[in-house]
C-alpha cells in the first residue's frame, strides 16, 4: 500500500534526521538534558518511483519527558513528483525500441 509505505519513510527519515541531531546535541554541549542555546538542523530527502519527500528537523531542546516548554520542530513536504506526466512502458517501447544485446 502506497500510503503506508510513504509514511514509514517520512517516520524513517525524522528518526534519523533527529538521531543525527541529537548525536550533535551531545557531542556539543555534553549528555545533560538542556533548551539548547542555539537550535541544530538536519535535511533530509528520500526518492521512491518518481516522488521526492523532503524533511527538515531541528533540534530544540534534549528535554525529551516533558509536554511543556521548547519544542523540536520538523518541516515536512512530501508526494513532489519528478514528472507531471510519464509514458507507460507499453507505449514508450514503440516509441524508442530496444536493441537486444548479443
Known amino acids: 500500500d502506497f500510503s503506508s509505505r510513504r509514511r514509514h519513510m ?4 525524522m528518526m534519523f534526521a533527529h538521531a543525527n541531531c541529537l548525536a ?3 557531542k556539543l554541549y555534553g549528555d ?4 539548547l542555546p542555539e537550535p541544530i538542523t538536519a535535511q533530509g530527502i528520500t526518492f521512491e518511483g518518481g516522488v521526492f519527500h523532503f524533511l527538515v528537523y531541528q533540534l530544540n531542546t534534549t528535554k525529551l519527558q516533558q509536554d511543556s ?3 523540536n ?3 515536512l ?3 513532489n513528483r519528478l514528472y507531471n506526466y510519464m509514458y507507460l512502458w507499453d507505449y514508450a517501447k514503440h516509441v524508442w525500441p530496444l536493441k537486444k544485446r548479443p
Do not use: I, L, Q
Not at 517520512?10 to 527519515?13: E, I, L
Not at 545533560?32 to 533548551?35: G, H, T, V
Open 10 to 13: 517520512n517516520v524513517k527519515m
Open 32 to 35: 545533560a538534558e538542556m533548551d
Open 24 to 26: 550533535r546535541a551531545r
Open 69 to 71: 516548554g521548547v519544542k
Open 73 to 75: 520542530m520538523v518541516w
Open 77 to 79: 513536504d512530501s508526494d
